[in-house]
């Protein structure tokens, strides 16, 4: 791809994509670019003056977002397509309270997960099911199948009535799977039943919310931050569970507790539905709707009335996405599509396959060998690793990029794994066993936030057009979920019949393709605006 630039007044005007932006000249007037990049414009001689011709570059890391001062140009277009003139400004607007209140979602998310792991055992004597691990066993997965069912039912609400107000129909099972569980008082097989159903709902609601939290932040973040707001989902997953496991302290004095810990769930869900009444709806959704004007106002509340020409222009520029029909389910599998989507599930098995929930589940025995009795200490040590890397992972996403992250992550993975079976079966390590053991699991953990943890979530929204992008990522997610099930399900019995420490080598090999896999097949998206990344996949 060749890149060309207009130095006017010590500025550089880049054009990396032949759609991309509008064209200037060193004359004044700003022209939108045609499919030639150059076509269509009438150069005078004198005004090549300055024309620069860097060396080719290709690539997705050329196309960074240009920023253009006032030149003139010549040329024969029509007045109305001509964007109205694009300095750098500092925005007015206001995405953060916005973003804060999608996180509840988020917070949510994490807590109904952790929840549990605490309750489990208070929870099964005070209904009569603690030598029935059926039940419990149903208790704890029906969350993961209520979260399967969610992922794929919240792109189509998402598609159907906008984000804002799928978030506040997500609120319902949120808070009234919270209630159920809190409200049971005795031991018989109604509360069994009451307490199944309440988590099959707050499963639903989370499943909604894994999808929608991201497409949300994702859409309504400003480019040059997209990455590290997006990476703030993660960021209160983690939250979220540390959250339940703080819930969860007054248990050892108040065994009965654990109705008040599933209970204080329904405060964010209320949070929740009223913050979004009163936050902005995505402006792509708007424009896809052919809502123009409210999405207009939607740039103005967001990015402050400085950024809407230029908004509003990427969205036009952008394509055909407000005149194509809605897409389908079964056109996330046409031609034009199958590959970035099968990319999207692909990071989201990687993440499943490469044994978090195992290092996780079997973190409790693993500090205990190492002589840390207790399990509060344990999972704290876990949670800290995951939100320390998780915040150095926000940090970072804008700056190393989407896709060097992931390969740094899961190569970090690789070795941890590596490092954790051979703790368990080297006879020459034996002394030290318990240390490299735990270790290996922090720095997995430590790994995993660096980007398998919250890289996938992020970089979905980006390389989905915006025309199958809910339902998209609630595919994607659905993948997730279903791994997840199957993996909680099978995963004790393989290792059963294996052993721990070939599940852990397993694991390492499953972290090694996943690096060769994104080297080949993901594309960076940093510092480039959603139409942009849709434009060039699109051409490609």
């Known amino acids: 791809m060749m890149r060309c630039a207009v130095r006017a007044g010590g500025h550089v005007a880049s054009c990396a994509d032949r759609r991309r932006s509008p064209v200037i000249n060193p004359s004044g007037v700003r022209m939108p670019a045609s499919p030639g990049c150059w076509g269509g414009l009438k150069w005078r001689a004198s005004d090549l003056d300055g024309l620069e011709m860097p060396s080719l570059r290709g690539g997705v890391e050329g196309l960074a ?4 001062t006032r030149v003139r140009a010549t040329a024969a277009a029509d007045p109305e397509d001509v964007p109205f003139e694009n300095v750098p400004v500092k925005s007015s607007g206001h995405v953060l309270p916005y973003v804060g209140v999608a996180c509840l979602g988020a917070i949510l998310f994490g807590y109904h997960l952790g929840v549990v792991n605490g309750a489990l055992e208070h929870l099964a004597k005070d209904l009569g099911i603690a030598e029935n691990a059926v039940l419990q066993g149903w208790v704890v997965s029906t969350t993961l199948a209520g979260a ?3 992922s794929f039912t919240g792109g189509s609400l998402a598609d159907k009535f906008g984000r804002t107000r799928t978030f506040m129909l997500d609120a319902i099972p949120l808070a009234l799977g919270a209630f159920l569980r809190q409200n049971i008082h005795s031991a018989t097989a109604q509360d069994v039943r009451s307490m199944i159903i309440g988590r099959l709902l707050a499963g639903i ?3 909604i919310s894994s999808a929608l939290v991201p497409l949300y932040i994702s859409e309504i973040s400003p480019t ?3 990455g590290t707001l997006g990476s703030v989902n993660q960021l209160f997953i983690c939250i979220g569970i540390l959250a339940a496991l703080v819930a969860g302290l007054p248990l050892a004095g108040n065994p009965a507790w654990w109705r008040t810990m599933f209970g204080i769930a329904v405060i964010p869900s209320i949070l929740l539905a009223v913050g979004m009444a009163f936050s902005p709806e995505s402006p792509r959704w708007l424009f896809q709707q052919g809502k123009v004007a409210q999405a207009e106002s939607a740039v103005k509340r967001l990015y402050g009335k400085e950024k809407v020409t230029e908004v509003m222009y990427d969205l036009r520029a952008s394509g055909q996405s407000s005149s194509e029909p809605e897409a389908g389910w079964f ?3 046409s031609k034009r599509y199958w590959k970035v989507v099968s990319v999207g599930a692909a990071l989201f098995l990687f993440q499943q396959l490469a044994g978090i929930n195992a290092v996780v589940y079997y973190s409790t025995s693993v500090f205990r060998s190492a002589g840390i009795a207790s399990d509060v200490a344990a999972s704290a040590l876990v949670g800290a ?13 804008d700056k190393q990029g989407r896709k060097s992250l992931l390969i740094t992550s899961f190569s970090g993975m690789a070795v941890s794994m590596l490092l954790l079976a051979l703790s368990f079966t080297w006879k020459v390590l034996a002394p030290y066993s318990g240390t490299l053991a735990v270790v290996g699991t922090v ?5 995993f936030a660096l ?12 390389i989905f057009a915006s025309r199958i992008r809910a339902k998209a990522v609630a595919l994607s997610l659905g993948m997730h979920w279903v791994s997840n099930f199957f993996i909680g399900l099978y995963f004790l019995s393989v290792v059963n019949k294996f052993g721990i420490s070939t599940v852990y080598l397993g694991f390492a090999s499953v972290c090694a393709l996943a690096v060769i896999y994104i080297a080949g097949n993901v594309v960076e998206t940093k510092g480039r605006s959603l139409e942009e990344i849709e434009r060039d996949l699109s051409s490609a």
């Open 148 to 150: 399967t069912v969610g």
């Open 205 to 207: 609601g989370i499943g």
């Open 385 to 397: 690793a995951n939100v320390f890397g998780t915040m150095i992972a926000s940090s970072l996403m």
């Open 224 to 226: 040059e931050i997209r």
């Open 65 to 68: 977002r240009p920023r253009y």
């Open 331 to 333: 056109d996330l599998f």
């Open 451 to 462: 980007g398998a943890g919250p890289v996938p979530a992020l970089l979905l929204p980006e």
């Open 443 to 447: 720095l997995y953990v430590l790994s």
